[in-house]
């Protein structure tokens, strides 16, 4: 049994530390690639269509392979692929993961093709759930888009159980680019094909993106050998389906809520749905680097932790992906607070998104802000319990949070329109970290002598100087410049680099472990990669 020192925070051993921040960085890097092209396939958006009601209506059919995909894909990949699979990631049980495999690619193609079938009959009825405050001329479009935009949801599914498996393996490169290409795929929808189909360029856009993203991944499984197989009793299958069934439930219920979410912002007006979008990519911006990344470096050590019951390094690897997320999650959160309007303008507003599209899309952002920090904090505990193979719980808080949602939804969309879901949203990514934090001191002892606290401490102390300086920077600089052509730009680059550099000097101050730690791994990296292009040179 494993005896912990009291007198001071257990940490992760160098060696471990390192290995969770290289993986970390590995799909941070692509997720940086996903998220630049996001913002570019968001600015084509802007460019050609604004934030105008055909925007909403695309948004509305866009969701929908997103829905089906969270449903049967996307949560499982966490809650039961990458646990399940890491147990036949040795070499020794090769042939058995291959045949596992190989069902669930066949299972995959075969439900997600029947999923598309019905869809498609029935695009209509989902066009009226989703957007049932939409004008009937904008819910005929937003059918007509979901028909085009269908058949992406077999190749996600496919995408994402290839995603499942390399996770599993501790093969994070062809993952962290498949997002990127989907982004890629878009953007060449909308340029190539928007002259001759409009705003139906997008949802093939759609289409083509989820194509690539497929493609990219097919390479890092290329030394397992494909087979079409339906062996429904193999075991591997049942603990999928075991430890899956209950997440599929909660993921029903949050999925109601995102259709009810939907159909209420409809109603806030045409362009809300646009707006709304608008700041979600930002937000999902830092999200998707800090918080994804950091979980999915940590999930195979945590599952083989909590298989070998070695629940000290369970503790600390999961605080060292606590304490990763919070220095990084709050600096990015009170930037983009102090400079809302400046990078929303660069941006989008170009083409024909209007000034009046940038303040209400700021707007939007900063109610969203209020529960970045939640949401980036939230995804490292959810899997953290998946990893010990409890997926009822999750789905416990999250029908909870739900709810909590529904309430403040309700009780705040008459009076504050729009920014009353926004302010929903929020609350409810806190009410389901909140619960997820108390639950996990409670049974893992996870706040005790982690340095969690400390670190939310330094890390807040230097967001809120770094956000001061940010935004009286910006001022000046607003002043200074005058208008323009320049002035987002100089804006952005100029208060986002002091911001920047005042952060990166008061962690060092406040000698934050897990920024020194970050820091070395990139010069490793700039070092490693120095030496490689010295060789490759002669040494010229």
Same mark, same amino acid.
């Given at each position: ?5 009291? +007198? ?8 471990? =530390? ?28 802007? *460019? ?88 009937? !001329? ?62 139906? +360029? ?12 497929? =493609? ?17 009793? *193999? ?30 912002? +409809? ?6 749905? &646009? ?25 195979? +050590? ?49 083409? =024909? ?8 899309? &700021? ?25 010990? @193979?409890?997926? $009822? ?21 008459? !009076? ?15 009410? *389901? ?6 639950? =996990? *001191?409670?049974?893992? #002892? ?11 401490? @330094? ?18 600089? @607003? ?16 208060? #986002? ?42 040494? $010229?």
């Amino acid at each position: 049994m494993e005896r912990e020192t009291p +007198s001071a925070p257990p940490r992760v051993p160098a060696g471990e =530390a390192r290995l969770i921040a290289q993986a970390g960085m590995v799909i941070m890097l692509g997720q940086v690639a996903s998220r630049v092209l996001g913002l570019v396939r968001e600015t084509v958006i802007s *460019h050609l269509f604004g934030a105008t009601g055909l925007v909403s209506a695309f948004r509305v059919a866009g969701i929908v392979p997103t829905i089906v995909y969270d449903l049967l894909i996307g949560g499982m990949i966490s809650a039961a692929l990458v646990p399940v699979i890491s147990d036949y990631a040795q070499p020794e049980r090769r042939e058995e993961l291959r045949k596992l495999m190989s069902l669930l690619f066949s299972l995959a193609i075969v439900i997600l093709a029947l999923v598309v079938l019905a869809l498609e009959l029935g695009a209509p009825l989902v066009a009226w759930l989703l957007g049932g405050g939409l004008s009937p !001329s904008l819910q005929a479009e937003t059918t007509r888009l979901v028909r085009l935009i269908m058949p992406a949801i077999l190749f996600f599914g496919l995408s994402g159980v290839a995603t499942g498996l390399l996770y599993a393996r501790q093969r994070f490169i062809y993952p962290a680019l498949g997002a990127a290409i989907f982004n890629g795929g878009i953007i060449l929808g909308a340029l190539i094909l928007s002259p001759w189909l409009d705003i139906a +360029s997008l949802s093939l856009g759609v289409v083509l993106g989820s194509i690539l993203q497929l =493609a990219i991944q097919i390479p890092g499984l290329r030394d397992l050998r494909f087979d079409f197989s339906l062996q429904l009793d *193999h075991p591997g299958l049942r603990r999928i389906v075991r430890l899956y069934a209950p997440v599929l439930l909660g993921l029903v219920v949050s999925e109601v809520g995102i259709v009810i979410d939907r159909n209420l912002a +409809s109603r806030t007006g045409p362009q809300s749905i &646009a707006w709304m979008q608008n700041a979600t990519t930002l937000i999902q911006f830092p999200l998707g680097l800090v918080a994804t990344a950091t979980s999915f470096a940590i999930l195979p +050590s945590l599952s083989q932790f909590a298989i070998a019951e070695e629940m000290a390094r369970f503790r600390r690897t999961l605080a060292t992906g606590l304490r990763m997320v919070l220095v990084l999650i709050l600096p990015a959160a009170a930037g983009l607070l102090a400079l809302a309007t400046p990078i929303i303008a660069l941006i989008f507003e170009h083409g =024909a998104f209007q000034p009046y599209d940038t303040l209400q899309t &700021a707007q939007a952002l900063r109610w969203y802000l209020f529960g970045l920090p939640f949401a980036a904090v939230d995804q490292p505990l959810i899997f953290a319990f998946y990893a010990r @193979k409890d997926t $009822k719980t999750p789905v416990l808080v999250g029908v909870f949070s739900v709810l909590v949602y529904l309430v403040v939804a309700l009780a705040t969309i008459r !009076s504050m329109g729009m920014i009353g879901l926004v302010f929903a949203n929020s609350v409810q990514w806190a009410s *389901h970290a909140l619960v997820m934090l108390v639950l =996990a *001191h409670q049974r893992l #002892g996870l706040l005790r002598g982690q340095g969690l606290l400390l670190a939310l401490s @330094k890390a807040l102390l230097a967001s809120t100087v770094m956000a001061l300086m940010a935004y009286g920077t910006a001022k000046g600089l @607003k002043a200074f410049v005058g208008g323009g052509l320049l002035e987002e730009p100089l804006i952005v680059i100029g208060a #986002g680099g002091v911001g920047f550099l005042t952060y990166t000097l008061l962690v060092l101050l406040l000698r934050s472990e897990e920024a020194s730690l970050l820091i070395e791994l990139v010069k490793g990296l700039w070092q490693r990669r120095r030496l490689q292009i010295d060789v490759t040179s002669g040494g $010229k």
